[in-house]
């Protein structure tokens, strides 16, 4: 259902590039679907500009169609211009696009790299270091590789909306005391997601980062909802380590994990 109330913008969000990305309607209206996303991206670009001041360089991967690189850039990179934005996808086809919409929104700080998150990292088109990293709902893996990213470039501060998770739940074992944990179908997609997502948080623990899981929006909004948001603020936290390794010491097949595969003491 369409709707005319634009009350849902925020003072100043531009008409024109919401229209650009088919958030908006030509004749000016949001649907159902569109709602959603525009809240999505409103709820995290809120969430996450306080950590931004002072920031340089914020690198967003797995960018898609760039509604949170275009948005965040109209909400708040405008008006910081000393800070340039890096959208990395690995779909050439969705960066020519992206790279339209903000040519004709003349956002000259956005730079687009056509790559694989794991290929960016030695990417001749990025900075050695990325000041903040972001990630809405890259895809299984994704997430590790841009925890990676974040990791090898010196992010002082990630924002991560992870999306669906495989890769544990093809882990987890048969025949143990704890299956009826994971029997079902369903259950072993929740738990391995759910499990991953603790595992990543305290992986960026140990690493020094401050950890804040929480939701990023309403569920009727969005299934895939949980955010994570790391800043670092030491070096390491041998506490945090140990409480991985423990961890990691009840299920040894997570140390297969992509998310610890530049880790050799995760991998044991
Ligand atoms: C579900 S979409 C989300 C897009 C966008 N972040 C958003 O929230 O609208 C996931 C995107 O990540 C991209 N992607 C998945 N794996 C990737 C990888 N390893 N390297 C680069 N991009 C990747 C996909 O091509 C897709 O465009």
């Known amino acids: 259902m369409s709707s005319t109330n634009l009350s849902e913008l925020w003072p100043g969000q531009s008409q024109a590039l919401l229209k650009s990305l088919h958030i908006l309607t030509p004749q000016g209206t949001l649907n159902q679907d569109s ?20 920031l340089k360089t914020i690198a967003d991967l797995g960018a898609g169609k760039s509604y949170l690189g275009l948005m ?10 000393d800070m340039q934005l890096f959208a990395i996808e690995q779909r050439r086809e969705l960066i020519d696009a992206t790279k ?3 040519f004709s929104s003349s956002f000259d700080r956005i730079n687009f790299v056509a790559s694989s998150i794991e ?10 270091e990325i ?5 809405l709902h890259a895809c299984d893996t994704a997430t590790d590789d841009t925890i990676t990213f974040a990791i090898k470039k010196n992010a002082k501060f990630i924002a991560l909306v992870p999306c669906c998770q495989a890769e544990m739940a ?3 074992g048969k025949g143990g005391a704890l299956d009826n944990l994971w029997r079902h179908g369903i259950h072993r997609r929740e738990f391995g997601s759910h499990l991953t997502n603790v595992l990543r948080s ?4 140990s690493l020094g980062y401050k950890v804040r899981v929480t939701e990023l929006i309403g569920w009727e909004h969005s299934m895939k909802n949980e955010l994570i948001l790391a800043e670092k603020i030491q070096r390491g936290n041998p506490a945090a380590r140990r409480q991985l390794d423990s961890l990691l ?16 003491l995760a991998q044991g």
Do not use: C, W
Not at 35 to 54: A, E, M, N, W, Y
């Open 35 to 54: 709602r959603r996303k525009l809240k999505q991206v409103q709820h995290l670009v809120q969430l996450i500009t306080p950590h931004l001041d002072g």
């Open 72 to 81: 965040l850039y109209d909400l708040y990179l405008r008006s910081h211009e």
């Open 100 to 102: 339209r919409i903000a």
């Open 119 to 128: 290929e960016a990292v030695n990417s001749p088109e990025l900075p050695p």
């Open 131 to 135: 000041d903040a990293v972001t990630a």
């Open 170 to 172: 093809r882990l987890l």
């Open 202 to 205: 305290l992986y960026l623990e």
């Open 249 to 264: 010491e009840t299920m040894p097949d997570a140390r297969r994990l992509k998310l610890f595969a530049g880790d050799a």
